[in-house]
Each structure stands twice: as C-alpha cells, then as structure tokens.
C-alpha cells in the first residue's frame, strides 16, 4: 500500500477556500485516491475519491496531476464545522480494500 | 448512502473482563469488515480483518487470542477485547465496503473502551 504524507496542521478561517496537499510518490497503477474527513469520536466520513484528472462532488474537490504523485483537496468557503482531522488514503481493489491511514492533517477553521 | 453502526457507544469496565463490541452493515451485506484501533490524538490503526466464513486476519502486533473476532453473518461482525486491561482502553472502529463504489468504505461511529 503507498504510504501518503500530509501537513499534519493547517489553520484557516471562516470563508475561505482550503487546499490539502498529500504526496503519494509510491503509487501504483490500480490506486485510487480517497479522502476521509473524521471529526473527534466519530468515525471517518467519505469525502471524496478520484483515479486522475479532477473530481468534484457537492463538498469537495480533488486535483490529481498527471503523474499522480500528489494530490490536494480543496474544501471551499470553509465554516467552523470543517474543523476536523483530513485523511488521505491511497489503495486499489486489490489489497483487499484495506486503508491505510497516515497522519492525517488537523484542519482547524478560526472565525 | 450504506450505514454502518457499531454497539455499544461507549463502554466501561474492569480490568480482567470481557468485552464485546458489534458492527452491523444495515443496508448492505459485507463479507469483508475491518478493525481499526486509535488512540487520543493519533491515527487509525488497522487491527485486523473480519471475514464472513471464515478466520480473521490480524496485523502484525495485534494478538488474535486477546481480540476475538467473529463475522457471524453477512451483516454482522463482533471483536471481542478478552481480559481487558487498561493499555486497551481506546477508540474501536470498524468498516466495511460499500456496496456500489468499489473502493469506498463506511466507517461506523466508533466504541470508546475505557478499562478500569
């Protein structure tokens, strides 16, 4: 499974647009790119998934390069409630769907 | 979108018992469930994973006699923490793949064990 580095903290403010970077230089050629939202004792929520290219849905946006080393998710106009810790996971159908979660990235939104 | 809930939320108990904690798919069936451990202020940290029919895999590290693991049916998969002491006092997690999307998964919303 690649191994995925994030910044383990980021603060913004209420309104503004956020970009996450993950860097997956180990990915293979089946990965998908996930990431999971958790807020503290709760269990991680789907936000988005993409192979290449860019995806968006109605919270969330993902940028893949080509070489699909990276990849950054872009929350916009953010609110206090996206305060939470955004995960980045890499994998295929494969490894029998297994996550491997890194660090994840402590996003914390001041008013 | 798929549901997955776990039971009990939140549990308290002495050391040296037992404790079990259920995961139910609760509209989708899931051969496969997996496991996750994770302590204040940390990652998740995949356990082990549950399959219908057959044997449990565990990671490496995660002793298998101490966290039973049962996949009873296609909707339910229950750990057991047998002898609790309080180092396994943490946030259990389980998951399961969703239905349609091949590569998402739906996480329940955790047991907090606290042993005493």
């Known amino acids: 499974l690649a191994k995925t580095t994030q910044p383990i903290s980021m603060d913004s403010y209420e309104g503004q647009e956020v970009n996450i970077t993950c860097s997956h230089n180990?990915?293979?050629?089946?990965?998908?790119i996930t990431w999971y939202q958790q807020f503290p004792s709760q269990g991680p929520r789907f936000i988005i998934q993409?192979?290449?290219t860019k995806v968006t849905n109605e919270v969330a946006s993902l940028f893949i390069p080509a070489d699909r080393k990276s990849s950054t998710l872009s929350l916009p106009r953010v609110s206090l409630s996206d305060t939470a810790v955004y995960y980045c996971?890499?994998?295929?159908?494969?490894?029998?769907?297994?996550?491997?979660f890194g660090s994840g990235t402590q996003l914390t939104v001041l008013p | 979108g798929a549901v997955v809930s776990q039971h009990p939320s939140w549990v308290i108990c002495k050391s040296g018992t037992s404790v079990k904690i259920e995961c139910r798919s609760l509209?989708?069936?899931?051969?496969?469930m997996f496991w996750y451990r994770q302590f204040p202020k940390q990652s998740l940290m995949l356990m082990a994973t549950?399959?219908?029919?057959?044997?449990?895999?565990?990671e490496q590290g995660v002793e298998k006699d101490k966290f039973l693991i049962n996949h009873a049916s296609l909707t339910l998969s229950t750990l057991t923490v047998t002898s609790a002491h309080p180092e396994d006092s943490s946030f259990y997690i389980c998951?399961?793949?969703?239905?349609?999307?091949?590569?998402?998964?739906?996480f329940g919303p955790g047991t907090r064990l606290t042993v005493l």
């Open positions: 998951s399961a793949p969703g239905p349609g999307n091949y590569n998402e998964q739906f």
């Open positions: 180990n990915i293979a050629t089946n990965d998908y």
């Open positions: 993409g192979y290449k």
């Open positions: 996971l890499v994998g295929s159908s494969g490894s029998a769907r297994q996550l491997t």
């Open positions: 509209d989708f069936q899931a051969t496969t």
């Open positions: 549950s399959n219908e029919g057959s044997k449990a895999t565990y």
